[in-house]
C-alpha cells in the first residue's frame, strides 16, 4: 500500500508551529508496511486542497491528512475531500447530537459554525473524538482511503492508534517488523561500509543508517507474510548487525549514551563523579538527562580556569610541565573529581572548545581521561566546528569511553 502524508493549515507554511504529526504517522505508516512516497504540506486554500486531494487518490492508495478540521472559515479539509471526489456534505444528526452535548457538558453555547464538523460525504464515516469537537473521517473510494484527523497532536494520536491503524492492518497483506540499533563512535559510510553484508542479505529485509545528533542509527525491517516469521528475519539481522559493528553498538535506537552508562554503573554499583572543563558542564547535563542518574552520579565540577583546576586538586606541576590542554591534565582532574566525591569513577575533560589554538592544540582538540582505583585510561578526540558541536561531540566521546570500559571489563570477567 502506498501512501502520503498531508499536513494542513497555512500556519505550518508561516512556521508558526512545528509539523509533528507527520513524523508521528510516516514512523507509524511504515512500522505497519505502509509504503510512504510523500510528505506534504498544504495551505488552507480551498483551490490547492481539492487539487491534492484529486491527485492524490490518482497517484498512492492512502491518503493520511491531519487539521483543517475545525469550525472557522479556513477549516476547508471537508470540503476539499468532498470536491475531490465529487460529493455532497450532509450533517449527520448523531455527530451533532455528540457535538452538542460536548458543549453542553461544558457549560457552554454551541456556535452555529460548529455545525459544519458533524458534516459526512457517503463515502465517510466518521471517527470518534472523546478529546474534542472534531470528528474524523475515514472515507473508502474506489478501492481508495483518505483518512482526515484533527490537527491538534493530543487529539490526533488517540484516533490513530484506536480507530485508524487497526483498521489499516486488516488491509495489509504482510507483517512488518522493525528494529534499531544505535551506534557511537563511527561515521555512517564508515557504518554502512562495515554492514554491506547485511544490507545485501535479503530482499525482504532492509537496512537503513541514519546520522543524528547522538549517533549513527541503524534501522532494520523485515517484512513476511507472518509477524514470526517477520521477527525472526529481524532478530537475525540484528545479530549479524552487532557482529560486524562490536563495541560500537551502544544499545537500542532508542538508548542514548548517558542511560547506556546510567544502567551499566547501576550493575556494577559503581558511583561517578566529573571535572569538565572545554564541555562547561555539558558533560554532568548528559549524565543527569537519564532518570535516576542520582543513584549514580555524585557531581561534578566545571572547572574552567587554571585556578578553579588548582583548587579543585589538579596539581600545579602537572599543568606546568604539560599545559592545561593535555592527556595528564586531563587525567590529573579525573583523579581530582574521583576524590572529591569519593567515587568509584571519575571522568575528566579538558580542550580547546573555541574559534582559536590553545597551547598549539587546534580548536576541536579534547583530552579525557578515566580514573578508577584499578585502571587509567585516556583518549584523545577531534571535532572541529563551532563551539556547540566541539562540547556536546567532547561530552558524548567521555561518555562513550566510559561506556566502553565498563563493557570491556564484562567480557574479560566472562571470559573462561
Known amino acids: 500500500m502506498r501512501a502520503v502524508v498531508m499536513s494542513i493549515g497555512s500556519e505550518l507554511l508561516r512556521g508558526d508551529i512545528i509539523d509533528r504529526n507527520a513524523a508521528f504517522l510516516t514512523q507509524r505508516l511504515s512500522r505497519i508496511g505502509v509504503d510512504v512516497r510523500g510528505v506534504r504540506q498544504i495551505g488552507d486554500d480551498m483551490d490547492g486542497l481539492s487539487a491534492a486531494f484529486r491527485d492524490g487518490v490518482k497517484d498512492v492508495d492512502l491518503l493520511v491528512c ?58 465517510a464515516s466518521a471517527l470518534r473524538n472523546p478529546r474534542g469537537t472534531a470528528p474524523g473521517w475515514f472515507v473508502e473510494r474506489d478501492g481508495h482511503v483518505v483518512v482526515a484527523m484533527p490537527g491538534p497532536p493530543s487529539e490526533m494520536e488517540p484516533m490513530w492508534l484506536d480507530q485508524v491503524q487497526p483498521r489499516l492492518e486488516e488491509r495489509m497483506h504482510e507483517h512488518v517488523v522493525m528494529r534499531s540499533l544505535m551506534t557511537f563512535g563511527l561515521g555512517e559510510s564508515t557504518v554502512e561500509e562495515r554492514v554491506r553484508s547485511v544490507i545485501d542479505w535479503r530482499p525482504d529485509v532492509t537496512i537503513a543508517t541514519y546520522a543524528k545528533i547522538a549517533g549513527v542509527e541503524v534501522h532494520v525491517t523485515a517484512r513476511a507474510s507472518s509477524e514470526q516469521e517477520a521477527s525472526a528475519r529481524a532478530q537475525e539481522a540484528d545479530g549479524r548487525l552487532k557482529a560486524l559493528l562490536g563495541q560500537a553498538v551502544l544499545g537500542s535506537g532508542d538508548d542514548s549514551l548517558s542511560s547506556v552508562v546510567g544502567q551499566a554503573l547501576l550493575a556494577r554499583q559503581l558511583t561517578l563523579a566529573t571535572m569538565e572543563s572545554a564541555t562547561g558542564g555539558a558533560l554532568a547535563g548528559m549524565i543527569t538527562d537519564s532518570s535516576g542518574s542520582s543513584d549514580y552520579f555524585l557531581g561534578g565540577i566545571v572547572a574552567y ?62 583530552f579525557i581521561a578515566i580514573s578508577t582505583e584499578t585502571d587509567e585510561q585516556v583518549r584523545k578526540v577531534s571535532r572541529p566546528g563551532d563551539r556547540e558541536t566541539v562540547k556536546r561531540f567532547a561530552a558524548q566521546s567521555a561518555l562513550d569511553l566510559l561506556r566502553r570500559q565498563l563493557w570491556t571489563h564484562v567480557a574479560e570477567k566472562a571470559a573462561p
Request: no cysteine; net charge negative.
Open 305 to 366: 580556569s587554571r585556578k578553579a583546576k588548582a583548587r579543585h586538586g589538579v596539581s600545579e606541576t602537572v599543568m606546568d610541565e604539560h599545559g592545561l590542554i593535555s592527556e595528564e591534565t586531563a587525567l590529573a582532574m579525573a583523579l581530582a573529581a574521583r576524590a572529591a566525591f569519593d567515587a568509584d569513577v571519575g571522568l575528566g575533560v579538558t580542550g580547546v572548545a573555541g574559534n582559536e589554538s590553545v597551547e598549539d592544540q587546534l580548536t576541536g582538540t579534547v
Open 66 to 123: 491531519t487539521g483543517g478540521l475545525g469550525p472557522t472559515a479556513d477549516d476547508l479539509t471537508r470540503q476539499a475531500i468532498a470536491a475531490a471526489l465529487d460529493e455532497q456534505v450532509r450533517v449527520d444528526q448523531v455527530l451533532l447530537d455528540a457535538i452538542a452535548a460536548r458543549f453542553q457538558a461544558m457549560g457552554r453555547r454551541m456556535p452555529a459554525s460548529n455545525e459544519q464538523q458533524a458534516w459526512l460525504i457517503p463515502s
